[in-house]
């Protein structure tokens, strides 16, 4: 099994949207792409995906993530829970064309946090699923916190929730960089930013998070360097590789050698 996670960057236009009024977009080719590329492989997985534009930039804009503190929330945090559902159609659908069994888990029903960490993933239904031969589709999501009353379940905290569960292979993010890199590769400031290739405790230490306005509620790439070491800890290979280039995906599936950041099993 390979357990994959779109970057909400990749599937809409997270990076280039101004504030919450900003008009959505899917982009439904590049995803419809990157599904043919997985369903190639002919191996069983699992398919998270972020919540981009579609729920970032109003999550943040009302502080979603920390939880309750004013009842003008509860009516964004319902539209923020359609809006990502309304992402993750446009997913199912694509997914469809490609004559993919989709199957769509909320985790707005499934995932409970406590503190605004994730305390339950409900794996029954995914379990469920793949029996049938159907592949399971989560993502990003507004979630029911015990402590908090609502919290954010992102992408990658369900992706090392799936991978405890089910130890893939392989565990992949798909973003819009070739990898992680000591600093935002578009930054000029300074000394030029580096390419790692393998992400372990000492190379973890050399990166620096961007000072830029892309709202992201759920932190960017450091936080993610640590949750491959985390999966990485849970026996799982895990990789960071472009979704932007044609095969690349694909080619990684198959284990050939690609362009990608990685951090090998532990156990
Ligand atoms: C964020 O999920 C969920 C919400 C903001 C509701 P992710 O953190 O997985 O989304 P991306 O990949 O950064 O867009």
Redesign the pocket.
Known sequence: MILV?L???VI?N?ETIEDERSKKIFYRARTARLMGELKSSKEEFIL?????SF??PL?KKFN?GEGYVSAKQIAVAAK?QED?RTLNLNVISAMREKNLAAVSLPPSLLVKLENGRSKKVNMEQFNHYLKLGAIPVT????VPDISRKFG?????DLMLHLAKEFKPRLAIFVTKVDGIYTKDPGDSTGSPPKFITEINEKTIKLITEPRDNVP????RMKRKARMMLTIAKEGVDCVVLNGLKRNRLRRAIKGEKVKCTIARRRK
Not at 48 to 52: D, I, K, L, P, W
Not at 152 to 156: E, W
Not at 216 to 219: F, M, S
């Open positions: 996670k970057g909400g960057s809409t997270k998270v995906h972020g919540a981009g729920g970032h999550s979603l923020v990502v993502f990003g999501d507004v954010i379940c992102s992408g990658d992201d509620v759920t932190g």
